[in-house]
């Protein structure tokens, strides 16, 4: 929460760390949708939920990656 709010308040170095996160989690969803074959993604869980950065990355990154990759609608969410 700390580094989110920094960098809506324009710090630089926090939005940077945001920008690295999603596409760090972008590059291991690759590896994993690339080893079981399949291409679309359904984001959840607070990461995704809370922090648009981080989300926006790595929509972006994943994107870049496979151009073929679909994030969807969640089908399955459990509780909350």
Same mark, same amino acid.
Not at 25 to 48: D, S, W
Not at 69 to 80: D, F, L, N, R, Y
């Given at each position: 929460? #700390? @580094? !989110?709010?920094?960098?809506? =308040?324009?710090?630089?170095?926090?939005?940077?760390?945001?920008?690295?996160? $999603?596409?760090?989690?972008?590059?291991?969803?690759?590896? /994993? !949708?690339?080893?079981?074959? /399949?291409? =679309?993604?359904? !984001? !959840?869980? $607070? @990461?995704?939920? =809370? %922090?648009?950065? #981080?989300?926006?990355?790595?929509?972006?990154?994943?994107?870049?990656? /496979?151009?073929?990759?679909? /994030?969807? %609608?969640?089908?399955?969410?459990?509780?909350?």
């Amino acid at each position: 929460p #700390v @580094v !989110l709010a920094e960098a809506n =308040n324009g710090d630089a170095v926090a939005s940077e760390l945001l920008e690295d996160a $999603g596409s760090e989690l972008a590059q291991t969803t690759r590896a /994993i !949708l690339q080893k079981i074959g /399949i291409e =679309n993604v359904a !984001l !959840l869980g $607070g @990461v995704f939920e =809370n %922090a648009a950065p #981080v989300r926006d990355s790595f929509s972006r990154h994943l994107r870049k990656a /496979i151009s073929d990759a679909e /994030i969807v %609608a969640p089908q399955h969410a459990g509780p909350g």
